[in-house]
């Protein structure tokens, strides 16, 4: 008799790609995907601490979960990902949610296979969640969601302890992949037909810096560039401190390198940027994209916001506005500031009410809509290359795709999925263009 099971996945792009690993494993052993969650004998919870709502959709998950345990004893509940390696979540867990079999932490997914089997023995929560980071395990395998775009993970964790930012202390230190297993992986995804790789990590830029050899993300991109291929390459996190000229020049020759930059600028105002630990000032920033858009003209600049960090007054926080006015980015995710455990924000005084950083960010939100509406109806006309993907989500009749800037393109016709085509952008609006295939 076969096992089933199932995976629900929080937070970012990386987790999502564990998710992949730990099917891959899941598979390995056996297991079978399962269709609905009463079906399964195995759930897994990767989850995400970055902020306190997504922690807030974990706990009422797992809630939720209760019942079904309670239906069928022998289900199997694991949490692992980002709040699994929080100090105080295994403690939490085994006190509130007895439930729970099995947690485990960022640096030891390649042992889930023994974790598991550890779990079906024991009547007691078994925790495992390592301190120290340890090398990288490769050749683990990944069960990628079958279709056109894949994710290959670059390097992992991170060195930057933005003073907000909890990302460090459960991803651990900057450890990059060395090029040949990238290049590797990457070369194989698109001999399978994969047509777009999107190379992930927190701040790829600084992807190379703790290799022996001297190889840096420029090097990286420009290679795999080389490779024989029809493909797309996507990258992120950029960070504005360490994207060099080098990089830019890169990507103004490369002909597979998408032309879209996510450029967290986080805030305007110089004293918040330096509270936050960013390593740039707010004309170094101004300065980068006006470098980049003069080497690469069509770039699509998107780009991360947090309003109401500890302290920052209402004139700071119209820097930011304003910031958002001059660069004019072609989209941004905006955060409301959520203080993490032992971040060093989370102890400073002055933290700005609930009510105050809601309107902030309902005034920025509102200025960057229009802005990306305004930047779409300007495509009007333009030829977009676009990655067909698939039945819209929204108009299911008709094809949506992504053009090279990543945005969402909606076609009027029921051709090509999975093809590279050019589209005349007829449309455009907050959300999404419209366009129409050209022959
Ligand atoms: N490594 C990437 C992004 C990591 S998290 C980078 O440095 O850009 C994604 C985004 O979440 C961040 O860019 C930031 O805007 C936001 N974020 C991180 N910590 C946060 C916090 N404590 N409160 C609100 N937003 C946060
Ligand atoms: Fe967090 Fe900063 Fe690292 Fe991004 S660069 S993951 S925001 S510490
Ligand atoms: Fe990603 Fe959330 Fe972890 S944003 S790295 S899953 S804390």
Redesign the pocket.
């Known amino acids: 008799m076969s096992l089933y099971y199932l995976i629900e996945t929080f937070g970012?792009q990386m987790n999502a790609h564990d998710s992949e690993v730990l099917a891959g494993l899941l598979e390995e052993m056996g297991y079978r995907p399962a269709k609905a969650r009463e079906e399964a004998d195995l759930i897994l919870l990767n989850t995400c601490c970055?902020?306190e709502s997504a922690e807030n959709k974990v706990w009422g998950r797992l809630g939720v979960l209760k019942r079904l345990k309670r239906e069928n004893p022998g289900l199997i509940i694991g949490v692992c990902g980002c709040m699994a390696q929080e100090e105080g979540t295994a403690e939490r867990i085994r006190r509130r949610y007895p439930h729970v079999d099995l947690v485990f932490g960022t640096h030891n997914v390649h042992r889930l296979p023994d974790l598991i089997r550890e779990a079906r023995e024991s009547n007691a929560l078994v925790v495992e969640v390592l301190e120290s980071e340890g090398g990288i395990v490769e050749h683990l395998p990944a069960k990628r969601a079958p279709g056109l775009s894949a994710w290959v993970t670059v390097m992992y964790g991170?060195n930057?302890f933005?003073s907000?930012?909890?990302?460090p202390y459960v991803r651990g230190r900057q450890r990059s992949r060395e090029p040949r297993s990238v290049i590797d992986e990457v070369s194989s995804l698109f001999a399978e037909g994969y047509k777009e790789v999107t190379l992930l990590g927190?701040?790829v830029n600084a992807y190379g810096r703790d290799l022996a050899e001297e190889y840096d993300f420029a090097d990286l991109l420009s290679e795999l560039d080389r490779l024989d291929h029809a493909g797309r390459i996507r990258y992120m996190?950029s960070?504005p401190r360490d994207f060099s000229d080098k990089l830019i020049d890169v990507l103004s020759k490369t002909k597979h390198v998408c032309e879209h930059i996510h450029l967290?600028v986080?805030a305007g105002s110089d004293r918040i940027l330096s509270l936050m630990n960013r390593g740039y000032t707010r004309d170094g920033y101004l300065a980068l994209v006006q470098r980049i858009r003069k080497a690469i003209p069509n770039a699509s600049i998107t780009t991360?916001?947090?309003v109401g960090f500890p302290g920052e007054s209402e004139s700071e926080f119209e820097e930011t506005l304003d910031l958002v006015k001059q660069v004019r980015f072609d989209a941004a995710?905006t955060?409301?500031?959520?203080?993490?455990r032992g971040t060093r924000a989370a102890a400073m005084e002055n933290q700005v009410p609930a009510d105050e950083k809601q309107r902030r960010i309902t005034a920025l939100v509102e200025l960057q809509n229009r802005i990306t509406k305004e930047v779409n109806n300007a495509m009007i006309g333009r030829i977009e290359e676009v990655l067909v993907e698939g039945p819209s989500e929204k108009e299911p009749e008709k094809l949506s795709g992504r053009t090279r800037g990543n945005k969402v393109v909606i076609i009027d016709s029921k051709q090509h999925p999975g093809a590279l085509v050019n589209v005349r952008i007829t449309d455009g609006g907050t959300y999404y263009l419209k366009g129409e295939i050209l022959r």
Request: with cysteine; glycine share 0%.
């Open positions: 970012c970055v902020r991170c930057n933005c907000y930012c909890i990302v927190q701040n996190t960070h967290p986080q991360d916001i947090i995710f955060f409301v500031y959520s203080p993490r």
